[in-house]
């Protein structure tokens, strides 16, 4: 089975800090995408990274995927309330399942 | 596109009955999932459907878990008899063809057994 951690479960800044939250396994998957969560709603996909040590920028969302493809990072500058939620990242792996994350549930403080 | 449409929003009902969950995907995206999310254990896949056939029905917790999917435009999960402990939201995600697509989720449907 394959499984993903995420670090940290919770985080709790003031708006204009920045933060980073990993994503980490001891599997290698061939794609890795980040979701994000509001109350009341399902999780929302912001990203997919496919090649390792892939870099995307969604505005203030910085997304890395690993060397070996077995990790990945979310890196948020100046957050924002608007950012609080959960984030969720998910691997690919074989057939079309994703495995899930446990998420971070970030608050973002006015 | 309405997007993956789930009902009902919300269902209380009480330990013993039969509760159906709904799930209409998005036209054309040919794979289906059910989820269970808890604060405890997140988010747990239950089933997964390929052009309308199970593929892996593995996270079911029970028989008293079964969902079927009789077309590509509809979808239910039913739990009979029901339990508290089945308390959750459930989602309904699409996905299309394509490794590397994403999942779209449903709004879900927050079950309370009392």
């Known amino acids: 089975t394959q499984l993903l951690e995420q670090s940290p479960q919770f985080l709790s800044i003031q708006e204009g800090e920045n933060l980073t939250v990993y994503c980490n396994s001891s599997s290698v998957f061939s794609s890795l995408q980040w979701y994000r969560q509001e109350p009341g709603e399902g999780p929302v996909l912001l990203v997919t990274v496919v090649t390792g040590g892939e870099v995307k920028k969604l505005k203030r969302l910085t997304f890395q995927f690993g060397d070996a493809r077995k990790d990945s990072s979310l890196h948020i500058t100046a957050a924002q309330p608007g950012d609080t939620g959960l984030y969720l990242c998910a691997g690919s792996g074989a057939g079309n399942m994703l495995t899930f994350g446990g998420g971070t549930r970030l608050m973002v403080k006015p | ?114």
Not at chain 2, 69 to 79: G, V
Request: with cysteine.
């Open chain 2, 1 to 114: 596109d309405a997007g993956v449409i789930q009902s009902p929003r919300h269902e209380v009902t009480e330990m013993g009955q039969e509760v159906t969950l709904r799930c209409k995907p998005i036209s054309g995206h040919n794979s289906l999932f059910w989820y269970r999310q808890t604060m405890m254990r997140g988010l747990e896949l239950l089933i997964y459907f390929n052009n309308n056939v199970p593929i892996d029905d593995s996270g079911m917790p029970e028989d008293r878990f079964s969902a079927k999917m009789p077309n590509a435009s509809f979808s239910t999960l039913k739990i009979q008899p029901s339990e508290p402990r089945d308390s959750a939201v459930y989602f309904c995600a699409s996905r299309g063809t394509g490794v590397n697509y994403g999942y779209t989720f449903g709004s879900g449907t927050r079950l309370t057994v009392v």
